[in-house]
């Protein structure tokens, strides 16, 4: 496919979605500029992250260090460096010891934060990279949990948070939540508004909601939702 196809293509998409969240948010009466889009590379090429820029994206997903780290580093030759502040990139796999410095040095957000024992090297990395980590503590909506896909207990979450709120240089931004695959996505984000509210009223400046994937961002942006991590809808099925 040629490069024009190609944009003509993300373009089509990207406009399909943009209705779908319009008229989602308008049934949930909420505001468009409440809802951040994430559109998810991962598996795709550092050319479509640029036909993404050039139509308006600034909020990047990624899922596998070792891609997403060459995929930013590529973006950049096409960015001018007054526009690249404007870029950011959003960390969504399950984080390992072994990944923490190179994801902290590419990503502006972490999504997937379900482990103490990360706290204080994230710590030592900021101080060491002199730039703040944000995190998103994941919460587990699968009963019972199921350590394959990550998050931690609804009732471990306040816990976790005000850890998190003891480190210098680490800032905590909200909550990630991923429906479950044997549940209805309706029921899931109402589980998610609830512990939200909870999680809210202890922590206010954690006002992210990071929820909604291609099959269920209108349900997540009924529950709440600020941030949606959108990928095969706008940019087509993975190899």
Known sequence: MSSSARRNEISQNLAAVEREICLAVEKSNRERSE????????????????HLYDLGIRNFGENRDQEAKAKVEEFKNYVADDEK?????????QLQRNKL???????????????????????????????????????????????????VAPEEL???????????????????????????????FTALKTI??????????ADWISAGMSGDFAAAIAAGATHLRVGSSILGSRA
Do not use: C
Request: proline share 7%; charged share 25%.
């Open 101 to 151: 410095r190179s994801i902290a040095t590419w990503a502006d957000f972490i999504h997937s934060f379900d482990q103490k024992k990360y706290l204080l090297p994230l710590q030592q990395l900021s101080i060491e990279l002199e730039k703040p980590i944000s995190l998103l503590l994941q919460l587990s909506l699968d009963l019972p949990i199921r350590p394959d896909r990550g998050g």
């Open 196 to 205: 939200s509210g909870t999680f809210l009223r202890a922590f206010p400046d």
């Open 158 to 188: 306040i816990e976790l948070g005000e850890k998190v709120k003891e480190y210098s240089g680490l800032k905590l931004q909200g909550l990630m939540a991923v429906a479950p695959l044997d549940v209805a996505p309706e029921l899931a």
């Open 35 to 50: 809802i951040t889009l994430i559109v998810v590379t991962k598996n795709f090429p550092a050319s479509d992250v640029v």
């Open 85 to 93: 502040k404007e870029v950011k990139w959003h960390f969504q796999g």
